[in-house]
């Protein structure tokens, strides 16, 4: 049994947006001009269950920007989606969040607009929520995975293409786990090495496996999964998987390869060092279960959202309704794109020429059951992420998953995946986290009342 929600700590902390300088391509490389909360690119920010995170971010970029917290069941006031649920945090200003994460796990925050250019340069962080392990890990490695697309005087290349935006996205020109080319570390020999691999890349999607060392999944997107083998697991943009390996004998070496890419590619490698533990046997204890509500199957609520390219009709884009509070918003450029390549429910988010927010793409009510059937039209695959909720995925019809919870899943081409959840009150975003899909149309928004 889980022990009761905690009252913890209260963190106040100050998130400064910021352009810093770093050398992405080696210590002798060039200085590129990154973006970051922190002084490091993808700073890890550690609570524990039942603290309290106050964060301030303060503005210092040349343009409006917010946080949202990815996967993170907070209020819909604090969500970060600039105009849904707040104003854009212009240059020079600052908002401050609050919320008390109700789920333990590994989870990321980004802006929500101009992601391509702004998550593009580096601007994202971590955010792990700590406490659901029945025994302490002896070692606990964040690799947040994500390309860099530079030129080789360390300037940035374009981050979002027509070629790419109308495809699979743009990809990065150098890979990089924790924003450096190679990731190695030590590790307790026969320790246990808690892995938390994120994908916060734009576009590319990576398929996870371990060599040299048994592993098991024990989360998905931050939700504590009964652990099993891990042979490979794909996670697409946003998706996050949270490994226990069981460290070899000392002197050993064992790596977390990427199996997607063309040849497997390292996106750590991890050498063991004498400690005082003994060999024994493996079988993770898992971790406490999560407090998320569990969709009531018998009776949901059944919608459907096709995945698919932009028609000429989805241009035809419609404002919310007079009354609405949101109809005096406009988007600004930052918010929308010059064209339009996809669309859900062949109804795409606006772009240069349609600047009123969209009406929302279903009205649900607060506390009910759903069960969300998802397809995909296109040839590509998209990696489809509800705000403000986790997920259950109940099957997918062209991939072979166990049940899992989730708050972004991967939906291959021409694939039929049914999701359920229970409802929470708001204005919810729902989109394909494929950087350039969400910007050229694929992406809207629930509403629930
Ligand atoms: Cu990572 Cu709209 O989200
Ligand atoms: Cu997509």
């Given amino acids: 049994m889980r022990p009761p929600f905690p009252v913890g700590r209260r963190h106040e902390l100050t998130f400064t947006a910021a352009e810093r300088e770093a050398r992405l391509l080696g210590p002798a490389g060039p200085v590129s001009r990154i973006w970051t909360y922190t002084d490091e690119p993808f700073g890890v920010t550690r609570l524990r269950l039942g603290d309290t995170l106050q964060a301030r971010l ?10 949202h917290w990815h996967g993170i069941r907070v209020p819909n006031s604090q969500d970060g989606v600039q105009y849904l649920t707040q104003p854009p945090v212009e240059p020079g200003e600052s908002f401050t969040y609050e919320f008390t994460p109700p789920d333990t796990g590994t989870f990321f925050f980004h802006p929500h607009c101009n992601e391509t250019g702004q998550v593009g340069r ?6 792990i929520v700590e406490g659901e392990e029945q ?8 690799l947040a995975n994500k390309d860099w697309r530079l030129a080789d005087d360390g300037s940035w290349l374009p981050f979002d293409t027509p070629e ?3 495809r699979a996205g743009t990809f990065g020109t150098v890979r990089a786990v924790n924003g450096m080319q190679a990731f190695s570390a030590d590790v307790p020999a026969h320790g246990d090495i808690r892995l938390r691999i994120l994908n916060l890349d734009a576009s590319r999607m990576i398929e996870v496996g371990v060599e040299g060392a048994e592993a098991y999944v024990i ?14 697991w794909r996670l697409g943009a946003a998706m996050r998987l949270d490994v226990l390996v069981r460290a070899p004998a000392a002197g050993r070496t064992f790596q977390v390869l990427d199996y997607f890419s063309a040849e497997p590619w390292p996106l750590a490698t991890l050498k063991t060092v004498e400690a005082s533990l003994r060999p024994r046997p493996f079988s993770p204890k898992p971790l406490y279960a999560s407090l998320v509500p569990r969709a009531d199957l018998k009776n949901a609520e059944r919608m459907s959202f096709a995945f698919s390219a932009a028609t000429g009709a989805a241009n035809f884009v419609q404002a919310v309704a007079q009354d609405d509070p949101l109809s005096k918003v406009l988007l600004d450029s930052l918010c929308v794109q010059d064209s339009t390549f996809w669309a859900i429910n062949k109804v795409s988010w606006p772009n240069a020429d349609h600047r009123r927010m969209p009406p929302p793409l279903a009205m649900l009510q607060a506390g009910k059951s759903y069960v969300f059937e998802l397809m995909n039209a296109t040839p590509h695959p998209h990696p489809i992420h509800l705000h403000g909720h986790m997920f259950e995925v109940l099957s ?26 229970v409802a929470e009150r708001g204005d919810w975003m729902f989109h394909c986290h494929i950087l350039e899909h969400l910007e050229f149309g694929m992406m809207g928004y629930v509403r629930v009342v």
């Fill in 122 to 127: 580096g601007l994202a962080g971590i955010l």
């Fill in 396 to 421: 997918a019809s062209r991939s072979d998953v166990p049940r899992f919870m989730a708050d972004t899943v991967l939906l291959h081409p021409k694939e039929r995946i049914e999701i359920a959840f």
């Fill in 164 to 166: 790419g935006a109308s």
């Fill in 219 to 232: 989360a998905t997107d931050g939700n504590p999964v009964e652990p099993f083998p891990l042979h490979t």
């Fill in 58 to 67: 303060v503005n210092r970029l040349p343009e409006h920007t917010s946080m």
């Fill in 135 to 142: 025994e302490p890990s002896h070692a606990d490695i964040v």
